[in-house]
C-alpha cells in the first residue's frame, strides 16, 4: 500500500498534458480545454522503492514503452475536475497493484459435506437404477 507522503510525491512527479475533449458542454467544449492526461514513469519515479517499482513493471497491463503509465479523464466539464479524477485514477490503480496477495489456505471437506455428497450420489444411482429395463 502506498502511505500519505508517498501519493503526494507520485502527484507531484506526473505531467499533466490537457486538451479539447468531446461530448457534453456545447461551445464550452469547442472552445476550453477540459481533457486531462496524467503520464507517470515508474522507473524514474524518486516515491517509489525498487520493491514497488518491480512490482508494478511485472503486474501492470497498461504500460507504454514499458515504464510509463497513462491515464485520461474527460468526464465533468471543468478541467480541475478531471484532474482530480485523473489523479485518483493512478493512484487506485497503484494502490490496487501493490495490494498484497493473500494466499488461499487449502482446507479439508467436512464431514458433513461428505455425507451430503454420498446422499446425493446414491439419489442419483436410485434414480437412474429405476430407468433400467428388467430382462
Known amino acids: 500500500m502506498?502511505?500519505?507522503s508517498q501519493i503526494k510525491l507520485i502527484i507531484n512527479e506526473c505531467l499533466y498534458q490537457t486538451s479539447r475533449s468531446g461530448g457534453k458542454g456545447g461551445q464550452n467544449v469547442n472552445k476550453l480545454e477540459t481533457k486531462v492526461e496524467?503520464?507517470?514513469n515508474v522507473r524514474q519515479s524518486k516515491a517509489l522503492i525498487a520493491s514497488q517499482?518491480?512490482?508494478i513493471l511485472i503486474e501492470s497491463k497498461c504500460l507504454i514503452n514499458n515504464e510509463i503509465l497513462k491515464f485520461v479523464s474527460s468526464k465533468y466539464?471543468?478541467?480541475l475536475s478531471n484532474k482530480e479524477d485523473v489523479q485518483n485514477?493512478?493512484?487506485n490503480y497503484l494502490q490496487k497493484l501493490l495490494k498484497p496477495k493473500v494466499k488461499r489456505l487449502k482446507t479439508k471437506p467436512?464431514?458433513?459435506s461428505k455425507l451430503n455428497n454420498q446422499k446425493n450420489k446414491k439419489a442419483k444411482s436410485?434414480?437412474?437404477s429405476l430407468r433400467k429395463k428388467i430382462i
Open 2 to 4: 502506498l502511505a500519505e
Open 38 to 40: 496524467i503520464s507517470f
Open 53 to 55: 517499482i518491480n512490482t
Open 77 to 79: 466539464r471543468t478541467q
Open 89 to 91: 485514477k493512478l493512484i
Open 110 to 112: 467436512t464431514l458433513a
Open 126 to 128: 436410485d434414480k437412474k
